[in-house]
């Protein structure tokens, strides 16, 4: 009884299936729609294609931009540095002939 009621359902299943999808099949409308998709695809991948490149050469740009504002910081780091070495190698010295001539005075 209970191998009836399962071929039952697969028989009632297979009909639901076929009534649903028409039974005719595959057609040549299908085909031309499935053409017609492909080639809408197709563009749509190449739009999207271009559209990365765009983005690859904006993010190039952008490290470019930022190589160019690094060295600019270090060259200003570096000439701040020496400045205030410089500055502070000008006063030791100068201060210091200014003591010696201090103590040679009294």
């Known amino acids: ?17 076929s009534a649903l999808a028409g039974g005719e099949g595959f057609t040549r409308e299908d085909r031309e729609r499935l053409l017609r998709l492909e080639a809408t695809l197709r563009v749509f991948m190449e739009q999207v294609d271009k559209r990365f490149e765009q983005v690859n050469q904006q993010f190039e740009q952008l490290f470019t931009f930022l190589w160019i504002i690094t060295g600019i910081f270090t060259a200003l780091v570096v000439a701040v540095i020496g400045f205030a070495y410089w500055d502070r190698r000008t006063i030791i010295r100068r201060a210091r002939e200014e003591a010696v001539e201090e103590v040679e005075r009294m």
């Open 1 to 17: 009884m209970r191998r009836l009621w399962v071929l039952f359902f697969l028989l009632w299943y297979g009909f639901a299936v």
